[in-house]
């Protein structure tokens, strides 16, 4: 119990030393205070510890009832008891003083004995109310503990079932009101009863504690995660915004699970089956949900176990393609199974090739060819993005230096950079190194990067983008249109190039909508001084027309496919000998 305290107001400082020395024998910490002021502050301040305030009524600027009526009306100190000390014995005086607060009254000159014996009855009161306070807070406590033990598994903390039932039906709930797509991942641990049986129950409980904490981490705040059986486990995702978001929280569970556990010298490995349901996809109530990931989870264990299924068909296929991607793509690298082919890419007047932009093709040993759109979004929920963006840069550079000095030429070679190289120095360090090792000019090198990373507008992002620029490399916003940013939005980044998205293109001359989009892009982005692409022109009208756009340059196979080195070679040859030519 915290100790109580006496606050003695008085504007003399005599008065103030007097009733210390008469209230000594009383077992309380003495405050004092020399003004109304000082009194309100330090009531305020010391609120739970008050027991008793000895208040002066006669003192200058603010009396002794201001104080009290001020105390009273302050929600914080109104339970605060005052007793008056006076010097009159008024019967208008004392009724005031009962009026404005307070709780009696003590007449000077002061009678130890009478003063002593009041304050010992509050100190009393003061004990007994903290005393009733602290059982209910006790009592409060405990019923929240077993509160918390009904709905919650005691060894790992995580929510048991009957606590599963309650967040589950609270994510529905709030699912249904903001329409947004949630998961139910039921997990299962495989090879969790030989662990009992081989190194006893002490090693299957730190395996389970350490799953749980692993699961937590993987999760936000507004996800969850229970234990609803011996190795049985469920993870609850909200607010999911796709496929690819999470299959990737799957793997991970999946990665997280199966850490091996150190313990006293071997290290013990599970595996996990994962079963998964979605909200409103698979069910809209909390027992449709569970059995329907329940149902997943053992086609899962079915399958070889280790692994995870959905509940429809359709998702399970697309979910073990790009497992199966990613599982290929990790080894594609080592086993020289990519290549990086070239597009030309065009002077809209002269017809001349003037550049060329760098494209990763993959020929799989295991799955054959796999064209860009389905492999490089495995690849960035794998985290291979990174490795494989470098490796494009040092093959297209190492390639553009190659023709460059052979045919005596300055053509430009463009290269992709995703978002997720902008997060680390490794994009900005590799181009460094190849500008040197190929003493490439930096204006030749021209980075292709998309609206979404402007719109990022992160310190880390910004710094990357300005040092790009500062080495006198090219930036250029691929796919220009098809976002949410605005041309006026480039003037803050060092940008030079914006290419107009195909979609713009195909249908031109004769969809006047985009003829009028494009018209406004090409305007804007030259009063802007940034150079045009023309993304995906396809016949020898589009070029005429984007020609009378006074466009800078056009892409697309009108004017020459993606093609590997060799072919690109000798194109460029052939094209150097005689440019492309429109029809008249």
């Given at each position: 119990m915290p100790e109580a305290k006496i606050l003695i107001v008085d504007d003399t400082k005599a008065n103030l030393v007097a009733l210390q020395v008469l209230l000594k024998p009383v077992e309380a910490n003495i405050l004092t205070a020399d003004s109304g002021e000082q009194a309100l502050l330090a009531a305020e301040q010391n609120e739970d510890h008050i027991a008793l305030i000895l208040l002066d009524v006669q003192m200058p600027v603010m009396d002794g009832f201001e104080v009290a009526r001020l105390l009273n009306e302050n929600e914080r100190t109104r339970s605060i008891p005052i007793i008056f000390i006076t010097a009159t014995q008024d019967d208008g005086q004392i009724e005031k003083a009962y009026l404005s607060g307070a709780v009696d009254y003590i007449e000077k000159p002061i009678r130890k004995t009478a003063l002593i014996s009041k304050v010992l009855v509050f100190l009393d009161l003061w004990s007994l109310r903290h005393g009733l306070e602290l059982e209910v807070e006790q009592r409060r406590v405990a019923e929240h503990r077993v509160e918390h033990l009904a709905t919650h598994d005691p060894l790992t903390n995580l929510s048991n079932r009957r606590g599963l039932y309650e967040e589950l039906s609270e994510l529905i709930y709030r699912s249904r009101r903001y329409n947004f797509s949630s998961a139910v991942i039921y997990v299962d641990l495989d090879g969790f009863k030989h662990v009992n049986d081989h190194f006893g129950h002490e090693a299957g409980?730190?395996?389970?504690?350490?799953?749980?904490?692993n699961f937590k981490g993987i999760v936000r705040q507004t996800d969850a995660v229970a234990r609803i059986g011996g190795d049985e486990f469920i993870v609850l995702l909200t607010d999911i915004d796709s496929e690819t978001t999470l299959i990737t929280k799957i793997e991970k569970l999946l990665t997280e699970a199966s850490n091996p556990l150190d313990f006293k010298g071997h290290n013990i490995?599970?595996?996990?089956?994962?079963?998964?349901?979605?909200?409103?996809?698979?069910?809209?109530?909390?027992?449709?949900?569970?059995?329907?990931?329940?149902?997943?989870?053992?086609?899962?264990?079915?399958?070889?176990?280790?692994?995870?299924?959905?509940?429809?068909?359709?998702?399970?296929i697309k979910a073990h393609r790009q497992r199966e991607l990613q599982d290929n793509l990790r080894k594609a690298l080592p086993n020289d199974e990519f290549t990086v082919f070239f597009q030309p890419i065009v002077d809209a007047r002269s017809g001349q090739v003037v550049s060329a932009e760098a494209l990763l093709r993959w020929e799989s040993a295991n799955l054959g060819q796999v064209f860009p759109d389905e492999f490089i979004p495995a690849a960035e929920s794998a985290g291979l993005i990174p490795e494989l963006g470098c490796w494009v840069l040092k093959k297209a550079i190492e390639t553009g230096a190659h023709w460059n000095q052979q045919f005596g030429i300055g053509l430009r070679i463009a290269v992709n950079a995703s978002s997720i190289q902008f997060r680390n120095n490794l994009l900005f360090d590799t181009i460094k190194e190849q500008l040197e090792t190929h003493a490439w000019n930096p204006d030749l090198l021209e980075v292709e990067i998309t609206e979404g990373l402007l719109l990022d507008d992160s310190p880390e992002v910004n710094t990357y983008i300005d040092e790009i620029s500062n080495?006198?490399?090219?930036?250029?916003?691929?796919?220009?249109?098809?976002?949410?940013?605005?041309?006026?939005?480039?003037?803050?980044?060092?940008?030079?190039?914006?290419?107009?998205?195909?979609?713009?293109?195909?249908?031109?001359?004769?969809?006047?909508?985009?003829?009028?989009?494009?018209?406004?892009?090409?305007?804007?982005?030259?009063?802007?001084?940034?150079?045009?692409?023309?993304?995906?022109?396809?016949?020898?009208?589009?070029?005429?027309?984007?020609?009378?756009?006074?466009?800078?340059?056009?892409?697309?196979?009108?004017?020459?496919?993606?093609?590997?080195?060799?072919?690109?070679?000798?194109?460029?040859?052939?094209?150097?000998?005689?440019?492309?030519?429109?029809?008249?």
């Amino acid at each position: 119990m915290p100790e109580a305290k006496i606050l003695i107001v008085d504007d003399t400082k005599a008065n103030l030393v007097a009733l210390q020395v008469l209230l000594k024998p009383v077992e309380a910490n003495i405050l004092t205070a020399d003004s109304g002021e000082q009194a309100l502050l330090a009531a305020e301040q010391n609120e739970d510890h008050i027991a008793l305030i000895l208040l002066d009524v006669q003192m200058p600027v603010m009396d002794g009832f201001e104080v009290a009526r001020l105390l009273n009306e302050n929600e914080r100190t109104r339970s605060i008891p005052i007793i008056f000390i006076t010097a009159t014995q008024d019967d208008g005086q004392i009724e005031k003083a009962y009026l404005s607060g307070a709780v009696d009254y003590i007449e000077k000159p002061i009678r130890k004995t009478a003063l002593i014996s009041k304050v010992l009855v509050f100190l009393d009161l003061w004990s007994l109310r903290h005393g009733l306070e602290l059982e209910v807070e006790q009592r409060r406590v405990a019923e929240h503990r077993v509160e918390h033990l009904a709905t919650h598994d005691p060894l790992t903390n995580l929510s048991n079932r009957r606590g599963l039932y309650e967040e589950l039906s609270e994510l529905i709930y709030r699912s249904r009101r903001y329409n947004f797509s949630s998961a139910v991942i039921y997990v299962d641990l495989d090879g969790f009863k030989h662990v009992n049986d081989h190194f006893g129950h002490e090693a299957g409980d730190k395996l389970l504690i350490q799953v749980a904490e692993n699961f937590k981490g993987i999760v936000r705040q507004t996800d969850a995660v229970a234990r609803i059986g011996g190795d049985e486990f469920i993870v609850l995702l909200t607010d999911i915004d796709s496929e690819t978001t999470l299959i990737t929280k799957i793997e991970k569970l999946l990665t997280e699970a199966s850490n091996p556990l150190d313990f006293k010298g071997h290290n013990i490995t599970v595996g996990a089956s994962i079963g998964v349901a979605l909200y409103p996809d698979h069910g809209d109530d909390v027992e449709t949900l569970l059995h329907h990931a329940d149902q997943a989870m053992y086609q899962a264990k079915n399958q070889g176990k280790n692994t995870f299924r959905f509940f429809t068909e359709d998702i399970n296929i697309k979910a073990h393609r790009q497992r199966e991607l990613q599982d290929n793509l990790r080894k594609a690298l080592p086993n020289d199974e990519f290549t990086v082919f070239f597009q030309p890419i065009v002077d809209a007047r002269s017809g001349q090739v003037v550049s060329a932009e760098a494209l990763l093709r993959w020929e799989s040993a295991n799955l054959g060819q796999v064209f860009p759109d389905e492999f490089i979004p495995a690849a960035e929920s794998a985290g291979l993005i990174p490795e494989l963006g470098c490796w494009v840069l040092k093959k297209a550079i190492e390639t553009g230096a190659h023709w460059n000095q052979q045919f005596g030429i300055g053509l430009r070679i463009a290269v992709n950079a995703s978002s997720i190289q902008f997060r680390n120095n490794l994009l900005f360090d590799t181009i460094k190194e190849q500008l040197e090792t190929h003493a490439w000019n930096p204006d030749l090198l021209e980075v292709e990067i998309t609206e979404g990373l402007l719109l990022d507008d992160s310190p880390e992002v910004n710094t990357y983008i300005d040092e790009i620029s500062n080495c006198g490399v090219r930036l250029s916003v691929d796919d220009f249109g098809t976002g949410f940013s605005a041309l006026s939005y480039l003037k803050n980044y060092p940008v030079n190039t914006v290419k107009i998205d195909r979609s713009f293109i195909m249908d031109l001359p004769d969809d006047k909508e985009n003829a009028v989009l494009v018209q406004a892009i090409i305007a804007m982005a030259q009063g802007l001084r940034l150079e045009v692409i023309a993304e995906g022109v396809e016949t020898a009208e589009q070029w005429e027309y984007l020609k009378s756009l006074n466009c800078d340059f056009v892409q697309g196979y009108f004017f020459g496919k993606p093609m590997p080195r060799a072919e690109f070679e000798e194109f460029l040859v052939a094209q150097l000998e005689k440019p492309i030519q429109a029809q008249s």
